[in-house]
C-alpha cells in the first residue's frame, strides 16, 4: 500500500480484484458529446450519512476487538504531511504506533484519507481485517460509509478506501472527538516534522502519558 511493500499476497489479492471491477465500472463509463467540454447539468448531490458513533473521549472496545485511531497533520504553506496512527485492543494496551511522513498533500481532507488507508493497511495486515477504525474527521467518516462514488479531489483515494470497506466487512469505520483521538494527533505531528517510525508493543515518549490517561 503506496509503496510500502507490507500487504501479503493473500491479503492484497481480494482487495485488487475489488478495486479492478470498480475501475471498469468507472473507467468505461460511456460520454455524450454535452461532456466533452465538461458542460453537463448540475447534479444534486446524496445527503451522506451521520457518522456511525461520536465519542469525545478514546474508549476501549468489546473483549477481543482491536481500534485503530488515525490523525493527519497538515501544513496548508509547505504541503508537507504528518500520518498518526496507534492501534489498542480491548485493555487499551498498544499494540502498535506508526508516524510517517509525507512530502506533499494538495488538502486537509487528501491527509486525512490518506490517513485513513494507512489504518486500513494496518488492520489487514496485522489483525485480520477485523477490528475499528477512529477518527477525528466528520467528512472522511461521512464518505467512506455513504459507499457511493464521492465527486471530490480525493474521490479515487476514497473509492480505494471504499473497495477496501467491501472486501474486509469485519471493518468499521467511526467517528471520534479530537479528545479521543489526542495520541494519533501527536503521532501525526511527530510525522508532520520529518520523522518516519513504527514501533510494535510501543509507543513514544511523547504519547506514553496521552494512552496512560485514555486508559484511566
Not at 451522506?48 to 472496545?61: F, M, T, Y
Not at 489504518?119 to 459507499?147: K, P, S
Request: one cysteine or more; glycine letters at 8%; a neutral charge.
Amino acid at each position: 500500500m503506496h509503496g510500502d511493500d507490507k500487504a501479503s499476497v493473500a491479503a492484497s489479492v481480494p482487495y485488487l480484484r475489488s478495486y479492478i471491477d470498480s475501475f471498469r465500472m468507472y473507467a468505461y463509463t460511456p460520454v455524450s458529446p454535452s461532456d466533452l467540454k465538461g458542460k453537463t447539468s448540475a447534479e444534486v448531490p446524496k445527503p451522506l450519512p451521520e457518522g456511525r458513533v461520536i465519542a469525545s473521549e478514546w474508549s476501549p472496545r468489546e473483549e477481543g476487538h482491536i481500534k485503530v485511531n488515525v490523525d493527519a497533520g497538515w501544513n496548508p504553506t509547505s504541503k508537507r504531511t504528518g500520518i498518526g496512527i496507534i492501534a489498542r485492543n480491548s485493555q487499551g494496551r498498544v499494540l502498535r504506533t506508526e508516524w510517517k511522513h509525507v512530502d506533499s498533500c494538495v488538502s486537509a481532507e487528501e491527509a486525512e484519507v490518506l490517513a485513513c488507508l494507512e489504518g486500513l493497511g494496518h488492520l489487514i495486515q496485522y489483525f485480520a481485517g477485523q477490528g475499528i477504525l477512529e477518527t477525528d474527521c466528520l467528512r472522511v467518516v461521512q464518505v467512506l460509509n455513504a459507499n457511493d462514488r464521492d465527486r471530490s479531489e480525493c474521490w479515487n483515494l476514497y473509492m480505494q478506501a471504499q473497495d477496501i470497506l467491501r472486501v474486509y466487512g469485519g471493518i468499521r469505520v467511526v467517528k471520534v472527538g479530537r479528545l479521543g483521538n489526542a495520541a494519533a494527533h501527536s503521532l501525526a505531528s511527530l510525522g508532520k516534522s520529518g520523522a518516519s517510525e513504527s514501533l510494535c508493543n510501543a509507543a513514544p515518549p511523547c504519547v506514553a502519558e496521552i494512552v496512560a490517561n485514555d486508559v484511566t
